[in-house]
């Protein structure tokens, strides 16, 4: 009888710990580069740079051929991509603040992400998440704005947008207080290496340390923004590349290898099949400062010709999530809603998201598009996607139309050909804008200029 009791008893002891996995929330680890080129991967077709982990990662999962930011660059991209929200919902224009600022405008400190708003972090950490930021911010300066303040847990990084990948003292000083590396709030010290290795490591530590139970980890990378350093060995790898290309590359291929860490740690503790893995792009590649690649699509950071705002994306979930294309344009604004859905929320608790849970249709169980419609704007420039079709707005010059479907790099204007269609996705953008708060700050005309003539001289698709 005491036999058949002990068995009883570990019968309903395994039982419970199968039913405890399966009902198990998923972890969530968001992977985010930095002025990546859209080409510039393997599995995005490069032939020149080397990223295994990342190309293994998309073969456990889905690749997505039209996914967007919100925003041509750093900063607004990614108060999108945290609130879920079009940034301009808020007040946070598309300019890169503090950047080149009219005088009249905020002191560069006091210009950050609004306080009214709850991040992705907020969200899930209210769900029982134990969070976590190691990277960039770039989301304000000021104490307030901190991201142990906006729903982090655990902070290792730097609040502004570019420091250097080696430590202070090295030649490469991190005068700005923002450029300086930060533990927790207020704790300064830097990386006693490489930048992208070194917040690789503290992520794996912090997998290690929060592993039993749910967590949310963003590894905000600042690879591979300018300045344009790497480490010799890396270098070493793309000898026949040209000088710019050479550096990119290997600076690329550091991050691939820290992505490699993260995903050898989980295939380690076995925490593939429970953890939902997205790497994408904060905006296009700049193809002028780092020697980006993104082709075949046209543009650049901070224009919005799809090489603009056009971005790689990975997303995998092994056992949950087939591998595969998705063709379907999506947004980073549907992280958000995506993860909280995962995490246990329900939807109806985000009424005022831009974003739409991605699940249903990744998952076959909702056919279609995601979104029908997206737009972006920055002051009078502006550009709205419906469907297949996309206009870009100027505010020197008449719109221009394109068919995506068959377009993708924009070379054949179509506006003169469509004069109701383009009437016609006018007002939709207008009566969009008309939804959005006045811009929080004013930007110096003179780089409105400069984007603008960086959106003409890279209209066309590079060759290699």
Same mark, same amino acid.
């Given at each position: ?87 301009? +919902?808020? &007040? !946070?224009? *598309? ?6 600022? /009219?005088? %009249?405008?905020? $002191?560069?400190? =006091? ?37 142990? +303040?906006? &729903? !982090?847990? *655990? ?6 947008? /570019?420091? %250097?990948?080696? $430590?202070?003292? =090295? ?37 290690? +340390? ?16 300018? $300045? ?237």
């Amino acid at each position: 009888m005491r036999h058949i009791l002990v068995f009883l008893v570990l019968f309903l002891l395994a039982l419970y710990q199968t039913v405890f996995a399966q009902q198990r929330r998923p972890n969530i680890i968001l992977i985010l580069a930095d002025d990546a080129g859209y080409a510039d991967f393997g599995f995005q077709g490069s032939s020149e740079f080397l990223t295994p982990n990342l190309d293994r990662l998309s073969e456990q999962g889905l690749r997505f051929t039209q996914a967007y930011v919100s925003a041509a660059v750093c900063g607004p991209s990614r108060a999108g991509l945290l609130t879920g929200k079009y940034q301009q +919902r808020f &007040g !946070f224009e *598309e300019n890169n603040v503090p950047g080149y600022m /009219a005088p %009249s405008s905020l $002191p560069d400190d =006091e210009m950050g992400l609004p306080l009214t708003e709850r991040t992705m972090a907020d969200h899930l950490r209210g769900l029982g998440y134990t969070t976590a930021l190691f990277g960039k911010w770039h989301q304000g300066n000021a104490d307030r704005f901190h991201p142990l +303040r906006r &729903g !982090f847990d *655990e902070f290792v990084g730097f609040r502004g947008g /570019a420091r %250097s990948y080696f $430590p202070f003292g =090295e030649g490469n000083p991190n005068n700005r207080p923002e450029d300086r590396l930060e533990e927790g709030f207020g704790r300064y010290r830097e990386a006693p290496g490489y930048l992208t290795d070194y917040l690789a490591e503290r992520a794996v530590d912090f997998i290690d +340390r929060h592993q039993s139970s749910p967590f949310f980890l963003f590894l905000s990378f600042t690879a591979v923004h300018a $300045p344009m350093d790497a480490l010799p060995e890396d270098i070493a790898e793309f000898e026949s590349l040209p000088e710019g290309r050479r550096q990119l590359a290997a600076m690329t291929l550091a991050m691939d290898r820290a992505c490699g860490l993260l995903l050898d740690k989980l295939e380690r503790e076995g925490l593939l099949e429970s953890t939902l893995i997205v790497f994408t792009n904060d905006n296009g590649g700049p193809s002028d400062a780092n020697y980006s690649d993104n082709s075949p699509l046209s543009g650049t950071k901070a224009n919005h010709l799809e090489g603009g705002i056009r971005v790689p994306f990975l997303m995998s979930m092994p056992g949950h999530i087939s591998p595969g294309l998705y063709p379907h344009p999506v947004s980073t604004l549907d992280l958000l809603p995506t993860f909280y859905r995962l995490a246990g929320g329900q939807f109806t608790d985000l009424p005022e998201v831009d974003g739409v849970d991605l699940w249903p249709f990744l998952v076959g169980n909702e056919e279609g598009r995601p979104h029908q419609t997206l737009f972006w704007k920055k002051e009078n420039r502006g550009a709205v996607r419906e469907g297949d079709w996309k206009l870009l707005r100027f505010p020197d010059r008449p719109a221009e139309l394109y068919d995506l479907s068959t377009d993708e790099g924009e070379q054949n204007d179509l506006a003169s050909g469509y004069p109701d269609l383009v009437r016609q996705l006018y007002k939709k953008l207008f009566e969009w804008e008309l939804t959005l708060e006045r811009p929080a700050w004013q930007l110096q005309r003179k780089y409105e200029g400069d984007a603008m003539q960086r959106m003409d001289r890279y209209r066309k698709p590079k060759t290699n």
